[in-house]
């Protein structure tokens, strides 16, 4: 689950690096390009701030969110990794923010109980935050080195895959309703974190379409480059008031 809310991070970034291999492939010009980040950061955003709003979404069950989150997100990955043109892409890209908003949304309560101790999820929560921001520009990179585009989407599905098991075998146990200071959605952290990954991204994809099309950098020697952007965010700690 921990892995999932990391990929689901990562994901606000994990694809600049494969832009300009996507940008000549599709034939297509950079405003339509950058959808492929920008589709899926609005649905992100849109889709936490819908469950910050709504009662009734922050009092539903933890597992059946996560379930219903992580099954789009996991249909959303093999839509994008066999996509034929951008428009599918696109579409695609916004179906996993969608269902990486459920995912935020519902992990931290359900991670409390998979794990028996709220302290820990918390910590193991914010941690994959963290980590997914730091690694996702270097492991889009890599992954679009080595293989193409598509192979970040296709890398995707079994960690969505793996979590959606979780999430079942939790939500056979007959887990509780949100309710209470202790089963409350995290969404003023899960949207602040958002919001600043979305801006990390515009800042990446200036440094991508210089690194890579200005100065013909390699999309594996490039990701060194664009990850001292996040990195610095990997170190930094909070303490649970």
Not at 67 to 90: E, P, Q
Not at 114 to 128: P, T, Y
Not at 149 to 154: E, P
Not at 192 to 219: E, K, M, Q, R, S
Request: charged share 10%; hydrophobic share 65%; glycine share 10%.
């Amino acid at each position: 689950m921990a892995a999932a809310v990391a990929v689901a991070f990562a994901d606000s970034s994990i694809v600049v690096l494969a832009l300009p291999e996507l940008y000549v492939g599709f034939e297509t010009t950079i405003p339509r390009i950058s959808w492929v980040i920008s589709a899926y950061n609005v649905a992100v955003v849109v889709g936490v701030g819908v469950v910050a709003l709504l009662p009734f979404a922050r009092r539903a069950r933890p597992a059946r969110t996560a379930v219903v989150g992580l099954t789009i997100f996991l249909a959303a990955s093999i839509a994008c990794a066999v996509a034929g043109n951008l428009a599918w892409l696109v579409a695609g890209r916004t179906a996993q923010g969608v269902g990486a908003a459920l995912l935020l949304g519902a992990s931290l309560p359900l991670m409390a109980v998979l794990s028996g101790v709220q302290e820990r999820a918390v910590a193991v929560w914010i941690g994959a935050g963290l980590l997914g921001t730091a690694v996702g520009p270097a492991l889009g990179g890599l992954l679009t080195e080595a293989f193409n585009w598509r192979a970040i989407f296709a890398a995707q599905a079994p960690v969505a895959a793996a979590a959606l098991a979780a999430a079942l075998h939790a939500r056979t146990r007959g887990l509780p309703r949100l309710r209470g200071r202790r089963a409350r959605i995290p969404l003023a952290a899960a949207l602040g974190l958002v919001l600043l990954f979305a801006a990390l991204v515009g800042a990446l994809f200036l440094a991508v379409l210089l690194i890579i099309t200005v100065w013909d950098y390699t999309p594996l020697a490039g990701a060194s480059l664009v990850s001292a952007l996040p990195l610095p965010s990997a170190p930094a700690r909070w303490r649970a008031g």
